[in-house]
Nanobody
Framework: QVQLVESGGGLVQPGGSLRLSCAAS????????MGWYRQAPGLERELVAT???????NYVGSVKGRFTISRDIAKNTLFLQMNSLKSEDTAVYYC?????????WGQGTQVTVSS
């Protein structure tokens, strides 16, 4: 069973930055991919960014150039650096991990962008 624990959310002003972390209970190399999703009130959960075991990254268009997904392999931790935050980035952010047969989710961390 893969456990994922997110941290780093909070309240930030527009234009500010936050870094989210996701600690995995297993080696990152045992996973096919990891990623970040978000869900705003009244909307469906959407993909934000993913990274494969080989290090290939993918971003939703609305965050390209502002968000960066990365990982610390030694610490089995996934990160999402979020810069130039906008009010529309407000959402609960979820860490995701996939193997060939299973999908796992963290509990989510709230990010609120407001002045």
């Amino acid at each position: 069973q893969v456990q994922l624990v997110e941290s780093g959310g909070g309240l930030v002003q527009p234009g500010g930055s936050l870094r989210l972390s996701c600690a995995a209970s297993v080696s990152i190399f045992s996973l096919d991919a990891m990623g970040w999703y978000r869900q705003a009130p009244g909307l469906e959960r959407e993909l934000v960014a993913t990274i494969t075991t080989g290090g290939f990254t993918n971003y939703v268009g609305s965050v390209k150039g502002r968000f960066t997904i990365s990982r610390d392999i030694a610490k089995n931790t996934l990160f999402l650096q979020m810069n130039s935050l906008k009010s529309e980035d407000t959402a609960v952010y979820y860490c995701n991990a996939r193997t060939r047969l299973t999908t796992h989710w963290g509990q989510g961390t709230q990010v609120t962008v407001s002045s």
